[in-house]
Structures are given as structure tokens and as C-alpha cells.
């Protein structure tokens, strides 16, 4: 009975919190990533020796899987007899009994070995761009002043509720990068460092070559404002950009001032309730996204975006979005490892201005990609659909496959293209997918969709060799990304754009 109530959840629940839901009706059950089911480890699935009956259909598979997201009632009554708290602590200060449960269960985690390598290939652009002084000190402004950063974190109570993966680095470092015998900074490596450089000091940046230099890949040190350039958020203009910054975040803080204490209003307290639920499922096993004082940050960007955005409002998904620009405008103070840095060591001035350009970058990406979150998220639906066709054009064996065993793609691809494969690449993979996507024309929401692609089709000798939904939909689900890197998402990157360039019209049967 309560595996059945979690399967019913979005059809019979007519008050799940926030301004719109993901379409997780009769059309498509539950796909937040989220769901992924664990096993101890004694127990893990041996997918081509399955001796359990084989699932028929996807509600049969559901109804046989744990679901790791529910949001029973102890926990509303939780938040309900605390409807204001003053911060996000009592849901934020939960990484210890994390790193418990890590060792009791993982997610289930294959590994295939990597093709050879030429020498040419190993010298192209999609290499260790992101390897370069992550032993440095952290750089701090001469007003720093010292902060009690050693607040013990308490355990989670709702521990169970929570997907449990493997704590892994954001920002690529050597040993994350398949192994080439090139040094962290090659000859050219440095040229192109140097490149960037006088692009970025020109009284007039190019951004048209700004973007040719940027699909390859940008180096650290100058991915901040390159990042910022790219979205839009500044202008070309060098003197201009110092002008905007002020203004631009001085305009945030207003939002903050003006807004953020609505949150406990009757109209959008639910919309605060689902922001504060999902920020601690944020990434949970990384250090950096369980400190209190980033899970408040996140709660403020959150809602101040689904306030001045009422026709999607918050959406489970968008979460994950802020990410990004966060690791990388906090990496323009901090070259050690980032993701276990307390972010309260920073003066506040650093912490507020990395705020407000995370909220305004994350603002320009979903200008372009809004209909994916709008009521009953037609933009991801399309996009799906696109995705299905674009498939069966480039690899017959594989759509064919699908059907054979009654997969649907949207069983799989949703999340993919509500979560831009946040949930199936680790976050420094992320990063350098997201350098090519901003240099990319339309490439979050076009381009992507040609990732997609090519990322299913990478697999495609795991996939044919699974003879049964439910081995199917687990692979698709547990895609053994964990140990990619530069070179692994540079060649992905290439693939696309080959496939962009053959299939470039396979989308336009759904704009009709």
C-alpha cells in the first residue's frame, strides 16, 4: 500500500508545494533524479543475471522500487509548526550522518574501459582545462577578518529520504583527468590563456571570438568573467563592467529588501516550502552545499527568482541550476579545493557579490529555457519528442530497442532535459559542458538537445546488450559517469556537433 500511495503521489496530492509541479501524472510517473534506487552493498542488482520476474511495463517497475524522495508527513508537520525560520540550519546541518549512510549503501556504479587514444586526439582543446593551482591558498581581501567557521553540524531526521552518492571533486584536477602525460600547464595551454587574456583586456572584448575560443573549453583562472560576458551580464565595454557589477548587484539586495520577507505569506509559502525542502538534496554528500550560510544563499535565489517569474514560479529542477555559477565565481577567490571550503571564511562583501552574480547568470540561462518550466513544462516535453526522432534517424538499432521493451523515452529523458544531465555528469564535467553551451548559440536549449544524442548514444553497446525494461531503465537511470572528465566531455561535445550538423532539421517536426 505505501508503494502504491508514492506511485499515485502527483495524481491524488492537489497541494504539492510550489507555483507549478514537474508533469509527473498519468503521462509519465516520477523522474526527478532523485529516485535512484540503492543497495547495500551485498546486494547489488547483477543486471544480466536478473533471477526476479522481469517488470512488463514502467508501473510495474515502480511498483517494485524504493522511492528515495517521498515527503511523508512528519516531515510537513516539521515545517509546518516552523513556518519562518530566520536561516536554513535545522535543514542545512546535516553532512555527518551523510558520510555514515555512505558506507552502508552506494549507488550502483559500472565501469567501462575507455577506448585508445591517438596522439592527436589527446592534444585537442576538450583536455585538463581545469587542472591549474588547486593547491594554492585561498585569496582573501586585506579587511578579512577571522570568523568562527567550526559550527558542528547535527544529523539529518529525515536521513532515509535522501539518495546517497559518492562524495567526488567539482573542480578537475589532475588525478580526475584520464591520464596523457601532459603537464597541468602545456605550452599551449598557455597560449591560450594568454589569449583569452588580451580578449578580456581589449577596451571592447569580441565576443564573437570570445565565444570561438570559449567551445573549447575556458581556463580557470579566467572562466568568472568569461562566464559573465557570455550570459550576458556584462557588456563588452571594459569601463562599463565595474558600473553594472555595482548596479546589478546593489539591485539584487533590493529584490532581498523588498521581497524575501513575503516568503511566510499565504500565497507563497508554499513555493518557500519546496525551495526549502530541496536545497539540502542539493548535492548532499558535497561538504560545500551542507554549510548553512550557502543553503541560504540558494534559499534567496531561489525565491526571489520564482517571485519575479509567476508564470513557471519554482520548479523541482531549477535548483540544481544555481550550482554552476556558484563553484565557479567562487572559485575566483579560492584555488584550493573547493568543495569543502567554508564559505564563511570570506568576507561578506565577496560572499554577497558571488550571490548576486550566481542569481543574475542563473536568470539570463533560464530567459532561454523558460517554457521547460512552465505549466505542464511544455518546452521539455518538445524537446523529448525531438529527442525520439532525432534518435531514431541516427541509430535505428537503439530507438527499435527501446520499443521492443516498451521503454519510453521520456521515462529517461526528462530529467536530462529539465536537469541540462546535471544529475548524470559529475558538476566539474558540468562546468566544462556549460563553457561550449554559453559559447554556443542557443546552447541550452537547442545545442543540448544534440548532447543528449550523442550522450545516449555512447552507450550504445550497454544498452543493446539489456534485454529487459527494468535493466533498461536502471542503466539509463545509473549512467557510470563518476570517473569522466575534460577529455570524456570534449569528445561528447564533438560528437554533438557533428550530429548538429548532419540532423540540424530533425527538431523542426515539432514547430509545426
Known amino acids: 500500500m505505501a508503494t502504491e500511495n508514492r506511485i499515485n503521489f502527483w495524481r491524488r496530492n492537489a497541494k504539492v508545494p510550489g507555483s507549478v509541479q514537474p508533469v509527473y501524472g498519468a503521462q509519465h510517473p516520477p523522474l526527478d533524479p532523485r529516485l535512484r534506487r540503492t543497495y547495500p552493498k551485498d546486494t547489488k542488482p547483477k543486471f544480466n543475471n536478473l533471477k526476479s520476474k522481469k517488470a512488463s511495463s514502467f508501473h510495474e ?41 555512505a558506507g552502508d549503501t552506494e549507488t550502483w556504479e559500472s565501469h567501462r574501459p575507455a577506448p585508445p587514444r591517438t596522439e592527436a586526439e589527446k592534444l ?18 586585506s579587511s578579512d577578518t577571522h570568523l568562527n567557521t567550526s559550527s558542528v553540524r547535527s544529523p539529518l531526521q529525515k536521513q532515509h529520504t535522501l539518495p546517497v552518492r559518492p562524495i567526488i571533486p567539482l573542480v578537475a584536477r589532475i588525478s580526475d583527468q584520464n591520464a596523457s602525460g601532459a603537464p597541468p600547464m602545456t605550452v599551449r595551454e598557455k597560449s591560450r590563456l594568454d589569449k583569452f587574456k588580451q580578449l578580456l583586456a581589449s ?41 553594472v557589477l555595482k548596479r546589478k548587484r546593489e539591485e539584487y539586495f533590493g529584490f532581498i529588501e523588498q521581497y524575501y520577507h513575503s516568503r511566510t505569506d499565504e500565497h507563497y509559502k508554499d513555493t518557500y516550502r519546496q525551495i526549502h525542502i530541496d536545497i539540502p ?10 554549510q548553512p550560510v550557502v543553503q541560504e544563499v540558494f534559499e534567496r535565489i531561489l525565491f526571489i527568482w520564482a517571485i519575479r517569474h509567476p508564470a513557471s514560479g519554482y520548479v523541482q529542477g531549477i535548483n540544481d541550476l544555481v550550482t554552476p555559477f556558484f563553484v565557479v565565481f567562487l572559485s575566483e577567490f579560492v584555488t584550493e579545493d573547493v568543495e569543502s571550503f567554508e564559505v564563511a571564511a570570506l568576507p ?25 518550466y512552465t505549466f505542464a513544462q511544455p518546452g521539455i516535453q518538445n524537446k523529448v519528442k525531438a529527442l525520439e526522432e532525432l534518435v531514431s534517424r541516427i541509430d535505428e538499432d537503439i530507438h527499435n530497442h527501446f520499443k521492443k521493451y516498451e521503454v519510453e523515452y521520456l521515462q529517461f529523458a526528462f530529467r536530462w532535459m529539465n536537469n541540462l544531465l546535471m544529475r548524470e555528469l559529475p558538476l566539474r564535467c558540468t562546468i566544462r559542458l556549460w ?7 542557443e546552447g541550452f536549449s537547442h545545442f543540448h538537445l544534440y548532447v543528449c ?22 542503466l539509463l537511470q545509473n549512467l557510470p559517469t563518476i570517473h569522466w572528465g575534460n577529455e570524456e566531455v570534449g569528445l561528447l561535445l564533438a560528437e554533438a556537433y557533428r550530429l548538429k550538423y548532419m540532423f540540424a532539421d530533425a527538431p523542426s517536426h515539432y514547430k509545426r
Open 61 to 101: 517497475f515502480a511498483r517494485s522500487t524504493n522511492d528515495a524522495w517521498d515527503i511523508d508527513d512528519e516531515e510537513d508537520e516539521d515545517f509546518l509548526g516552523n513556518p519562518a525560520p530566520a536561516s536554513l540550519q535545522s535543514v542545512s546541518t546535516q553532512s555527518q550522518q551523510q558520510q555514515n549512510q
Open 124 to 141: 585537442q582543446d576538450v583536455q585538463e582545462e581545469d587542472t591549474e593551482h588547486v593547491n594554492d591558498k585561498v585569496v582573501r581581501s
Open 203 to 243: 577596451p571592447n572584448t569580441d565576443l564573437e571570438e570570445l565565444r570561438k575560443h570559449s567551445w573549447s573549453g575556458i581556463p580557470r583562472e579566467v572562466r568568472p568573467i568569461t562566464w559573465r560576458l557570455l550570459s550576458g551580464y556584462l557588456p563588452a565595454n571594459k569601463e562599463r563592467r565595474e558600473l
Open 281 to 290: 538534496r542539493t548535492n548532499p554528500l558535497i561538504p560545500l552545499f551542507q
Open 348 to 372: 561578506l562583501d565577496t560572499q554577497r557579490n558571488i550571490e548576486a552574480d550566481s542569481f543574475w547568470c542563473m536568470s539570463k540561462l533560464l530567459d532561454g529555457i523558460q517554457d521547460n
Open 435 to 441: 563553457d561550449t553551451y554559453q559559447a554556443e548559440a
Open 453 to 474: 544524442a550523442a550522450f545516449l548514444i555512447e552507450w550504445r553497446k550497454e544498452i543493446l546488450s539489456m534485454v529487459d525494461f527494468q535493466g533498461l531503465l536502471m
